[in-house]
């Protein structure tokens, strides 16, 4: 085996420094569920493990002055259960990082890390682009936002420039009324890979639904953002005609693969029936909120 | 049958002795075993399902660092991996019988087939060598389904000319056509019973030494038989006489059958020790138990049914395809065939059976004998087609199972497939299964959850089985090249403790609080003072271990047997001392008695008087407390009974969930109720698994396309309710204790009713059909083909 090198810089230049350094020899490690399996299994055989861990930035839980959040990339889905208030404005987005793994790698895993490994079946992605979340990176060239959904390019790979770190997800600030949910189908109920994952989330106003983002896991090379769904919900009752629409347009956002866990015709017809039931979850928590 | 009994005898629910060990990280597993000097070995395993071998090039590989030795199939000239039983096809041709190398000689014919083995200091430094083995395939064609290799286009081995391993019937062919000619309905059904992947907690594990001062070897290894392990090694692999032999199998976490079988890596580590001079171990990964554990199940079946006017079968013709895997496994002749085909008359009075079993050789991990072990295959055949029949003619599912029920008074019961039944009652049994599901609620139920969008189904299985394996003559009659009786000792020390020796293995199963209850029940001693000892052959008489759910009915009776010699013997010591005849001492309480006196012995002065037999007439009497006994049982046990499942499915995903699972099941009589419960608990589990989650399946070249838990869909707690679990019946005939065995009911019983749920969930949607697993996505296109 060869040798490997492991950093645990303080500071995100020095973690920026010595992963572009590395230039492409070297490999992020947050909760490590996915790299260290890798290099078990053989897949990736870095030269240097940058443990971003140590860096403040990295494993904070804020509130953003105009009072969203930003959550550290390397946050585990543990640590953002036991936020106070977290879990009460954005239930969908820790429903779907916490269905991730046992308890024991709920420990460990981050939404960062999930997003950098860059599966289409993540299941903390949904939710993070329904709810408009932005990422940060930064690199040997400074720092940049990007939407969620612009960082997964296909399966396994990431718009992330050579030597850029992910830093954090910005959610925006919530008005009364808001929620969202995240439900997927799976073989089984945990610890496996989506067939189909969704999340929505919405603001009511009285039944009146005000505003809303959909995005779909699964069903495509990258996690979707499926505007025409959101659409066909805006400004509506969430009325049987509604939902079938934005259900019907759910399911021709698809660009799914046939594999062993699900068919095309199947992962399309369930990415709308499971379109119905999360919008349902999201508006009772928003009505109730 | 629980009667409420206290204590720690017969019927009482005594918490599980060797829990402890086991939940506080105490237990002794083959991986816990470390001797002095280890060295580790890692196997390199096939990438093809079929190739030629054209090179093989180590010379990197025993450079490498910390590598002692590699060595490949030209370097280990040993035996063949043996089979245990022998199949006659109906020709009367014995079956075909392939070498079976434990490092693949020329050719590899699965994936995951040894090719060589690397020894090092480390596990590391091993699986990091085997990596610079450099080997030249040609790749050959597969012949991965039955149906490609029944054309013999690819031969899995070239030598025996043939993919067919035998051709085998059982049953009258003539009698049963005769009565097809006359039927007033035949129901035809084909089924595919799903290939499993065993996957036991403790993944397969070995350590092979060598004591140069002695010659003595010794094998450590994760196995349900460690006698058989040590007789098919020694004498048929690599040629080591017993006495030089030892075989220990530790504390084993679970085997569910796949850890009966002589592996290949066993013979591997125990060849290797001498020749590197130190002890060698091989732990399996869970990656390499997919590829390399025996699986179970796999066979495809075409099956009639032909019934009266009445709905009264009148004969059930099967054909049977059963796959072999590449290599025949100890035991994998047997499934299909005598442990499958003799149980197709199932609960029902069919006067008439003829079955053909064909079995095949395949590209793919060898298939053997999995819990159940063709009693899942049989009955989920008849249950499935006794329920499509019923719904082909109209007749209740329930009344049709009735009509056709053998009667409680007729037994012993002849089949016309061999067995003769000893006991049941499988109306009874049906009758409770009703009334705890509460079937007469179902209607309400399933229209509530129609209210909801939601299917429910209800389905029964009222299945029998056959285990206690097995009457040596009967099996012996059948092919078997062994004999299944069982042994135990029971040494009674100086001062009244107790160390019984069984040739039984426990992995799971309890045997050390089960047969330290029926010691505790004959002897009147305490718990404490009574140790169960198994699992190595320096320790114990020669013994068959355990599978076919026979520790008890076979294993027990022979325990029973000693105990019964230990009283004797006790009692003609207590005679002496009190000065009596040994036909006026009563047992009782643990004392010896006089009859009629107040004269007595406790039974711990009588074991110290057996080893300071100070005034014995030792021409009469020997000194000493110490009994064996061997026990060949005249029949198999015939445990039976109903499960009745209920589901609910949501026609939108295809989601099944199971609601309701009741299990009335008469397995004789229980000696410790909290255990027989877990083992039924874990039968249902295992059959609920089979039905709605676990497939292993492989792709067009071969390759195991479910070969992890990501992917090979184990089931787990929250896919269950909790259980309804009852046990009650008739006692088994033909042992004393009239015991049956419990621990495959479970997953014999199950899956058909699972699978009859779903049907009926589905029926009036107009699905007709559902093969196992019934995966959501497989229920969902199901569904949408029905509209």
Redesign the interface.
Known sequence: ?TDIQYVAPSTLDEAVGAYAAAKGAARILAGGTDLLVQMRAGMVKPGLIVDIKKVAELSAIEKTPEGGFRIGAAVSGAVLEEHPTFGKVWPGVLEGLNLIGSTQVQGRASAGGNLCNGSPAADSIPGLVAAGAIATVQGPNGRRNIPVEQVPTGPGKTSLAPGEILVSFTLPPRPAHSSDAYLR?I???????A?VGCAVSLTMDGDTCTAARVSLGAVAPTVLLVEDAAKALVLTKLDDASLDKAAAACSAACNPIDD????I??RT??AG?LLKRTTAIAAERAKGG | MPDGTTGTGIGAAVKRVEDFRFLTGKGNYTDDINRPGQSYAYILRSPHAHAKITSIDSSAAKAAAGVLAVFTGEDMQVGSLPCGWQIHSKDGSPMLEPEHPPLAKGKVRYVGDQVAVVIADTY?QAK?AAESIVVNYEVLPAAVSMSDALTDKSLVHDDIGSNLCFDWEIGDEAAVDEAMSKAAHITKIDLVNNRLVPNAMEPRAAVGEFDAATGEYTLYTTSQNPHVIRLLMGAFVLSIPEHKLRVVAPDVGGGFGSKIYHYAEEAIVTWAAPKIGRPIKWVADRSEAFISDAHGRDQINHAELALDANGKFLALKVQTQANMGAYLSTFAPCVPTYLSATLLAGTYTTPAIHANVKAIFTNTVPVDAYRGAGRPESTYLIERIVDQAARETGIDKVEIRRRNFIPADAFPYQTPVALQYDSGDYEATLSSATKIADVAGFAARKAEAASRGKLRGMGYSTYLEACGIAPSAVVGSLGARAGLYESAEVRVHPTGSVTVFTGTHSHGQGHETTFAQLVSDRLGLPMENIEISHGDTNKVQFGMGTYGSRSLAVGGEALIRAVDKIIDKAKKIAAHVLEASADDIEFKDGNFTVAGTDRSMAFGEVALTAYVPHNFPHDELEPGLDEKAFYDPANFTYPGGCHICEVEIDP????TEVIKFTAVDDVGRVINPMIVEGQVHGGVAQGIGQAL?EYA?YDDSGQL??GS???Y?MP?A??FPKFDVTTEGTLCTHNTLGVKGVGEVGAIGSPPAVINAVIDALWDRGVRDMSMPA???KV??AL?AAE
């Open positions: 085996m189908m073989p089984r109920t945990e610890m496996d890979i067939v062993k866990r699900g068919t015709a199947y017809k369930v029936v | 590391s990091d939108e995903t295809g989601v989650l399946a396309v479910t838990f990501m992917d869909t787990r929250d896919n995966t959501p996505e969902w296109s949408q």
